[in-house]
């Protein structure tokens, strides 16, 4: 294991052990925290995500943990975000009517009336632009999804994956250092271990940059 700091972000919202499982097969030992000045001291983070928009939210700041993932977002230090961790980067999430985070500008939206929810299994994800955390994937491949809710950004120039569920929606989301996802890759084989692999590798170049 290298001496990289690999914050998982732990707001009582996550899979968490599946997340730090994944990021030790790509070579790192991570540390699960909800303390905000550990989170600031890491090279690079990880925003897990399972549940309620609104109910991870008032965790997220009743942990005081909203203001430093937006200040360690803009640090430039390596971010991926993951499922319910891709929505709360939005300015807002229609579940509950709750303002979000506000790094991405956008809404979170519930998936069309008239769709099985939530949206579980194998989808495939369209790829739509490069980013050395999705480096070596296929342009269209199959990573596993559990939601009912899905990001939908205002620019889309940073809509770096679509998925056709009922409609066509934002699977993944690409702005400078950040990288969110919908599907999750701890669930989706080797490719989805593939990202991992690629942020651990991306850190570890932007530690040695700094």
């Known amino acids: ?3 990289l ?6 707001y ?3 899979n968490l052990r ?4 994944a990021l030790e097969m790509a070579g790192v030992e991570p540390e699960v925290t909800g303390d905000p000045a550990t989170l600031m001291q890491a090279d690079a983070a990880v925003l897990p995500g399972v549940g309620a928009g609104d109910a991870a939210m008032g965790a997220l700041l009743r942990r005081g943990l909203d203001g430093p993932i937006a200040e360690f977002v803009a640090s430039g230090k390596p971010f991926l975000g993951i499922c319910l961790g ?21 809404t979170t939206r519930k998936l069309p009336a008239g769709l099985k929810v939530p949206h579980m299994g194998w989808n ?4 739509k632009v490069s980013h050395p955390i999705l480096e070596g994937l296929p342009r269209d491949q199959y990573f596993y999804f559990v939601h009912s809710y899905y990001a939908q950004p205002e620019d889309e120039g940073v809509v770096a994956g679509v998925t056709e569920y009922g409609i066509p929606f934002c699977s993944a989301v690409v702005k400078d250092n950040l990288v969110a996802t919908q599907f999750h890759p701890e669930k989706s084989g ?3 271990l593939r990202i991992y692999e690629n942020f651990v590798r991306y850190a570890r170049l932007a530690a ?3």
């Open 1 to 3: 294991m290298s001496g």
């Open 5 to 10: 700091k690999v914050a998982v972000v732990d």
């Open 12 to 14: 009582e919202s996550g």
């Open 18 to 21: 599946s997340v730090a499982r």
């Open 86 to 106: 891709l929505q709360l980067l939005m300015d807002s999430t229609d579940e509950g009517n709750t303002r979000c985070l506000g790094i991405v500008h956008g």
């Open 124 to 127: 495939r994800v369209a790829l």
């Open 190 to 192: 080797a490719l989805g």
């Open 208 to 210: 040695a940059r700094r």
